[in-house]
């Protein structure tokens, strides 16, 4: 977002940066994530209003790992160290780190030493103030010209600044919600040290975005992958509204949708005039993916074959210029790596540009943007309800549901059975609570009794959680007497599963889902 004061987020390989450019941009300013390598020239391109180095899992002890560039802290711009952050700007400016004889992870409480901006307005317990920790070295020596601004039992350097340079550091993270005030804090960094505007709002990204489209796309044709989710959905509508009838919609059935999904979608975007034309591609897709049972080897098949599906129907229709993608910013920062320190969590078929061989030019409006943005403006660009408010569905759809071989059958069984657990959690007033929810079906058999008879059959997972930004979340706890129900649905209803299990772990350490 060009013209926009902005703040830009150094990524060490922390679990927390995703969460970081979040709370930017929910106090108001636009927030963008680099890899921590990124170099001084590239920052000053992009002229941010202040820098937060992110955490990250390594030692600045060790001379392999990732540092701030020296010249950096000289660029007279504002910067805010957040752990592994606040660490490598005290090991570059000659402060000392050590390996911590008691590592803090978790609650801690802090005292405030020094006064700093960072606590302009933050309320403090008898001079201490609960905050979220997660590390095993810390700060043991202050660079020249600092002054420590927080302490806790096991960390005398907790905070430390230099108001003269307009450089922070923090040992706790004020990102998450367990650091009490930690908005605030945040908030005190971005207006009162960066002196950013508050100019980041749902009306001004879809305006943004409008005439974006506009500008790039004047009166050319664009083709969209339509998959009926969230991000597609708003896509489709945002597309809609800048360039009208010059908007073309291919709705790809690749064998892995839920139970009657194609038909909801044709006739959700038929009613709403909208161009959209359905390819019945399951055949093709599921041949590809015979025998295949690691799911970043489906998730690949599965994006490379939406492509070559998409260049052949491209090819049917005359003056086609631009394919959009409902890409947006998880997407972007989970499928790149920083060489030194940041490994890809999965890679997303929509993510990455397009094969040289297509004559197409790739259109991504809302790139930029995290989930709950995409939903806000969805629902400003009334986007229907059963659409907006359905629980995230991945790309590869059930083929990355399925641990093991995917076939026909095993589709059908998990759709069944999907199908089921989503049913009773909207009779029992239980969806909307929940953030996602679906079944998994798992590579293994078990032991089973139906009247008299011994079943050894195939064993099913459900899956159901609760977040507020997915970076991280709780395992929802669904009352005992639903889950039952839900289980003896599935076991009566499908012969061949033997049993159902309830998945009760949260992320991390888990991930969403299963794959």
Partial sequence: MKNKDKILILDFGSQYTQLIARRVREIGVFSVVKPSSLSIDKIIEINPSGIILSGGPETVTKSSSQKVDKSLLEANIPILGICYGM????????????????????????SCVNQSV??????????????????????????????????????????????????????????????????????NFIFEVCKCRKNWSTSDIIDSMVNSVQDKVKDEKVLLGLSGGVDSSVVAMLLH???????????????????????????????????IRLVDASELFLSKLSGVTDPEQKRKIIGNTFIDVFEIEANKIKDV?????????????????????????????NVGGLPDRMNLKLLEPIRELFKDEVRKIGAELNTPEHILLRHPFPGPGLGIRIMGDINKERIDILQKADKIFIDELKANNLYDSL???????????????????RRYEDVLALRAVETVDFMTANWAHLPYDFIGKVSNRIVNEISSISRVVYDCTGKPPATIEWE
Avoid at 87 to 110: D, K, M
Avoid at 326 to 332: K, R, S
Avoid at 439 to 451: E, M, Q, R
Wanted: glycine letters at 6%.
């Fill in 87 to 110: 660490q490598t700007i005290a090991n570059e400016l000659r402060g000392s780190v050590v390996t911590s004889n008691v590592r803090e992870f978790g609650h801690a409480r802090i």
């Fill in 435 to 453: 953030s996602q929810a679906f079944v998994v079906y798992l590579p293994v058999k078990s032991v089973g009794v139906v009247g008299d008879e």
């Fill in 241 to 275: 509204k800048a360039i009208k009838n010059n908007l073309i919609c291919i709705f790809v059935d690749h064998g892995l949708l839920r139970l009657g999904e194609v038909d909801e979608v044709m006739s959700t975007f038929e009613a709403l005039d909208i161009d």
């Fill in 321 to 349: 210029d631009w394919l959009a993608q409902g890409t947006i910013y998880p997407d972007v920062i989970e499928s790149s790596s920083d060489d030194h320190n940041s490994s890809v969590i999965k890679s997303h078929h």
């Fill in 118 to 187: 960072l606590f302009n307005n933050i309320i403090f317990d008898s001079n201490k103030l609960d905050v979220w920790m997660s590390h095993g070295d810390k700060v043991d020596l202050l660079p020249e010209n600092f002054e420590i601004i927080a302490s806790s039992k096991d960390c005398q350097i907790a905070g430390f600044q230099n108001e003269k340079l307009n450089i922070f550091g923090l040992q706790f993270h004020p990102e998450v919600t367990h650091t009490d005030q930690g908005k605030k804090i945040l908030k």
